[in-house]
């Protein structure tokens, strides 16, 4: 089974809105990150958190990590119908050339 | 930042022949690659994981001689689909470490759209 279960699997929200997606995981991680896959293109990485950090920030992107819960959220603020894409957060189980394992990804659709 | 260019984009072909979808790293020296399939509206399953200058590695269920991958340089590797058929079709994406290596983001292809009619 997947490794990284994104909730809720479709969002849509007004323009200006914050979006907020979570994101649960069940094996010990030494980070999680978040990608953003516009249809039908590649993936684009748009933050990284380490197991010892518990908040991140990055422009209108806060990413939270709570290990004992085993889950990571990601906060999209004042959103923009460009954020329009499906999000994806994957998990990094070992070290050096290990391989992320993705979610099942959530679409975000921003109305303008 | 560290650039993949992936290459067909979208390739059509008949059922029984093979193709070759290309990898590079365009202005980073990249010893592990990975290559993903991805089905309409689902998430990324992870392939194999392609080694400069040794065999990939496969994940289970993936057959290694019906999708051969070779990198042979530290910039380049490439995924042949043999003998496709329309089961096949789907979009398969590469992506690779960065110039870092180890853990961190991974820096991924555009993605290549195979349709096997």
């Known amino acids: 089974s997947q490794q990284g279960e994104e909730d809720p699997q479709a969002l849509s929200i007004q323009e200006g809105e914050n979006a907020t997606m979570n994101c649960s995981y069940k094996?010990?991680?030494?980070?999680l990150q978040w990608y953003r896959q516009n249809s039908g293109r590649g993936l684009v990485h748009l933050i990284l958190?380490?197991?010892?950090?518990r908040e991140k920030h990055s422009g209108r992107l806060r990413v939270t990590l709570d290990t004992s819960k085993k889950s990571s959220s990601l906060l999209i603020t004042a959103s923009r119908a460009a954020d329009t894409a499906s999000y994806f957060c994957?998990?990094?189980?070992?070290?050096?050339?290990?391989?992320?394992?993705f979610g099942k990804g959530i679409t975000l659709s921003v109305r303008p | 930042g560290a650039v993949v260019s992936q290459h067909p984009s979208r390739v059509i072909c008949k059922s029984g022949t093979s193709v070759k979808i290309e990898c590079r790293s365009l202005?980073?020296?990249?010893?592990?690659m990975f290559w993903y399939r991805q089905f309409p509206k689902q998430s990324l399953m992870l392939m194999a994981t392609?080694?400069?200058?040794?065999?990939?590695?496969?994940e289970q269920g993936v057959e290694k001689d019906k999708f051969l991958i070779n990198h042979a340089s530290l910039t380049l590797s490439t995924l042949t689909v043999t003998s496709a058929h329309p089961e096949d079709s789907s979009f398969y994406i590469c992506?690779?470490?960065?110039?870092?290596?180890?853990?961190?983001?991974?820096?991924f292809g555009e993605g290549s759209r195979l349709t096997v009619l």
């Open positions: 992506s690779a470490r960065g110039p870092s290596g180890g853990t961190g983001e991974l820096f």
């Open positions: 094996t010990s991680i030494n980070n």
């Open positions: 958190i380490r197991s010892n950090e």
């Open positions: 994957a998990t990094d189980l070992t070290g050096a050339n290990s391989k992320l394992t």
């Open positions: 202005d980073f020296q990249a010893t592990t």
């Open positions: 392609s080694n400069e200058g040794s065999k990939a590695t496969y």
